[in-house]
């Protein structure tokens, strides 16, 4: 069976902190993993990763994936109080042309203190 | 295990005719989401329900309804689809900040 495991499930740091956020996967077909961050109600897209080792870099955030290993990381450096969220990160699975499913994984909780 | 369960996983229907997929928890969440995601994009909230309370976001087109006859269900009715419609279609859970997705329905159009 397909899933995403996202770790830890809940963070708490202080403002100025780095943080990594991990996810895990095993899918049939992997296409994609995407990073989502979510505050209120919809997700925020982040990043999309297809290659591995290549490094997706968007302000004081940035993303890896590795293939071989099955594994992503979100960083996120000086953190700041507006940071704090729900980060999900999503494998996008498919078969042959047709479009992929998505599988979530249950996201880490990320609180910034001030 | 707790879980978020969407029916079918693809949907296929045909230009103009309606269409109802369907969403189901275990989790006992009071909160309900439906989500339209197309390609390479984020999530586009369509609307929630919270508990009973029906709340529509304002660019959800008329042709999207949504019903929730009780905790565990919700159903989203498309009353005529059109090209545009063909997506993802995800429902979300959630008694906090943290929702929790289903798998999906793909919906084609043809």
């Known amino acids: 069976e397909d899933k995403v495991v996202q770790s830890p499930l809940s963070l708490v740091v202080h403002e100025g902190d780095t943080v990594t956020l991990n996810c895990s996967y095993e899918v049939t077909n992997f296409r994609s993993l995407l990073w989502y961050k979510q505050e209120k109600k919809a997700p925020t897209f982040l990043f999309m990763l297809t290659s591995s080792g290549i490094e997706k870099k968007s302000g004081r955030l940035s993303s890896i994936l590795d293939k071989k290993e099955l594994f992503s990381i979100l960083n996120i450096t000086a953190t700041q109080t507006g940071d704090s969220a729900v980060y999900l990160c999503?494998?996008?699975?498919?078969?042959?042309?047709?479009?992929?499913?998505?599988?979530f994984g249950k996201g880490t909780k990320l609180s910034v203190k001030p | 295990d707790a879980m978020v369960i969407q029916n079918p996983r693809y949907q296929v229907t045909q230009f103009g005719k309606p269409v109802t997929l369907s969403c189901s928890q275990t989790l006992n969440h009071n909160v309900m989401y439906w989500y339209q995601q197309k390609s390479s994009q984020a999530p586009k909230l369509l609307f929630h329900?919270?508990?009973?309370?029906?709340?529509n976001e304002a660019d959800t087109p008329d042709n999207f309804q949504s019903r929730r006859p009780n905790t565990s269900f919700c159903f989203l009715d498309i009353r005529s689809p059109g090209l545009g419609d063909a997506a993802m279609y995800l429902c979300?859970?959630?008694?906090?900040?943290?929702?929790?997705f289903g798998p999906g329905t793909r919906l084609t159009v043809t």
């Open positions: 329900y919270y508990d009973k309370d029906f709340n």
């Open positions: 999503a494998v996008e699975a498919g078969y042959g042309g047709s479009q992929g499913n998505l599988i």
């Open positions: 979300a859970t959630s008694r906090d900040i943290r929702q929790y």
